[in-house]
């Protein structure tokens, strides 16, 4: 390009100014400050404050959208979490990001006023990306267009994030994650109101640099598994602010060799932790044995945070018109005129989608990748070795089981499952259930019961929060079900994922003729039902 020809593109770039960026001036930034990135400890990370000119931040707070859902259009997503050993890991996030489908085609970014989406786009612009690659010397970056982890988040009093590594290979397209970029876009933030970036020394001793997310500055810094920050001091701001940012990462196709190690956390590459998975099944093998009133385990935080979102997050509406899923409705009722199931929905893969593909294609890849995990080979050996029943078998098809969500009023009865699978003829010898109810309160009842032998009383009472998976042996009298209807609002319903896995014969002591489902009267019920003399 000529001089007269950069001097064109720079006259129309100053007389335009229609970006929310001003990209002239971090280029520059990029030329004076790479050095002070490639040389900052515990690693290269850069602060670069008025990021946002002022009227560019007027533009962006002036419609970034309200933490009440009743006051926005945006979907948040509230991402409180806690780590495996039931610290903390998130509290009060809301989150948002493009990952998930707008409707009609649009993505979510759809959802967000025309400023921030415009800002969307430049962060993942060419442009951009030379910036980037200009400051941190790392060549070939690449956006992430649906924001994986990323998009917009805000943090309400006593919120916080626990000091973290984060996940370095993008779940989806496998790409190296290399760069996090941060702008903060909180006005009149004091330090008392906490919140601080904590950038932590790689032996997690002591913190190295705390830096306020105060309006306007942007931090950016390279993503390596020793990489550890987070805010995990609570948030002290008043009621009515939350600590808004806006939260951006870069991917490269490779790495160098010295930062290379295996995926971390979600990015495991499967929905499933399994070398979790096997430590508890070895952990839980004798309480699963010595359980009462039939053998049986609760394992909460099946899932981890991020797998839970992905799941959550495309879970199928209710609604026929909002959703590609192909409800049954299970409404039915005893031999003998009793409710037996009330408010169930059902879907599995049995029946066809057409075209050959199973119903299994109707759901969204995570469901999906979910459903074939859980029929794996390593997931069948974490149920031998959490169990002791060997040779385990899945049920591809899911008959009687897959996903299902009871609405506000339903139930299902107290009762023992068929024992024979009505198409191969293997004995069902084990129950899994996964329940994905976020924020579910005791008086919305729904609990998994499970009850004695002689059908005299509830042993115990299962809440179906999220995350939470129940394992329990099929036996002729494993009574279980939740006999109380639902008392949620009218918006929820009770969602969880079941498999049935089945052996080819079992011990003699357990045979009995094949069977359906054996629905069983409640103690009351006996009671209403006797003569009164």
């Known amino acids: 390009m000529t001089d007269k020809q950069q001097q064109q593109v720079q006259e129309a770039i100053d007389a335009d100014r229609s970006t929310i960026l001003d990209f002239p001036h971090l280029l520059q930034v990029a030329e004076q400050r790479a050095e002070e990135f490639a040389s900052a400890q515990p690693f290269k990370h850069i602060v670069i404050d008025d990021f946002l000119g002022a009227d560019a931040l007027d533009r962006i707070l002036s419609v970034f959208p309200s933490p009440d859902p009743e006051r926005t259009t945006v979907r948040w997503r509230n991402m409180d979490a806690n780590t495996k050993d039931g610290l903390p890991a998130q509290r009060g996030k809301l989150d948002f990001s493009t990952r998930e489908s707008g409707g009609k085609d649009l993505s979510n970014e759809f959802y967000v006023a025309p400023p921030i989406r415009q800002l969307f786009w430049e962060l993942n612009s060419s442009t951009f990306l030379r910036f980037l690659e200009k400051l941190t010397g790392i060549p070939h970056l690449l956006p992430d267009p649906h ?50 970036l904590e950038l932590w020394s790689k032996d997690m001793k002591r913190c190295e640099r705390r830096i306020a997310p105060i309006a306007g500055r942007a931090v950016v810094f390279t993503t390596l598994t020793d990489s550890y920050h987070g805010h995990p001091r609570a948030l002290n701001c008043p009621e009515d602010m939350t600590r808004k940012s806006i939260a951006m990462y870069y991917y490269t196709n490779g790495r160098p060799e010295e930062e290379q190690h295996p995926p971390q956390d979600a990015d495991r590459g499967t929905i499933l932790d399994f070398p979790h998975l096997l430590q508890v099944a070895e952990q839980q093998a004798e309480a699963f044995a010595s359980a009462e009133p039939f053998k049986h385990i609760v394992i909460d935080d099946f899932l981890d945070a991020d797998s839970l979102d992905r799941i959550l997050s495309v879970f199928p509406s209710p609604d026929p018109e909002r959703t590609t899923v192909r409800w049954r409705n299970m409404d039915a009722n005893t031999k003998d005129g009793l409710p037996a199931q009330r408010g ?55 008959q009687g089981g897959g996903i299902h969500q009871i609405r506000r009023g339903g139930l299902l009865r107290v009762h023992a499952d ?37 059908m005299k009383r509830c042993e115990r009472r299962i809440a179906p929060i999220a995350g939470r998976a129940v394992v329990f042996t099929t036996l002729t009298d494993s009574y279980h079900g939740h006999p109380r209807a639902l008392n949620c609002p009218e918006d929820m319903t009770r969602k969880s994922i079941a498999m049935y896995y089945y052996t080819n014969g079992r011990p003699e002591e357990e045979q009995h003729p ?5 629905w069983q009267r409640l103690p009351e019920e006996e009671e209403e039902l006797r003569p009164v003399e």
């Open 147 to 196: 924001m994986q982890g990323g998009g917009i988040h805000q943090i309400r009093r006593g919120g916080l994030l626990r000091v973290h590594a984060d996940f370095n290979k993008h779940p989806i397209f496998g790409l190296d994650r290399r760069l996090n970029f941060l702008l903060y876009l909180n006005r009149d933030w004091k330090d008392e109101y906490e919140g601080h």
């Open 344 to 398: 169930k929905l059902d879907f599995s893969t049995r029946e066809s989608g057409g075209k050959d593909l199973s119903n299994e294609f109707y759901v969204a890849p995570p469901i999906r990748q979910l459903f074939w995990e859980l029929n794996s080979s390593t997931f069948l050996r974490f149920l031998e070795k959490l169990t002791g029943i060997p040779h385990l078998l899945p049920d591809p098809h899911m």
């Open 418 to 454: 068929f024992n024979k699978h009505p198409i191969f003829g293997l004995d069902r010898r084990l129950n899994f259930l996964l329940y994905l109810n976020r924020d579910w309160k005791d008086e919305y009842e729904g609990h998994l019961e499970l009850w004695s032998k002689d």
């Open 514 to 518: 094949p069977h359906a489902t054996l």
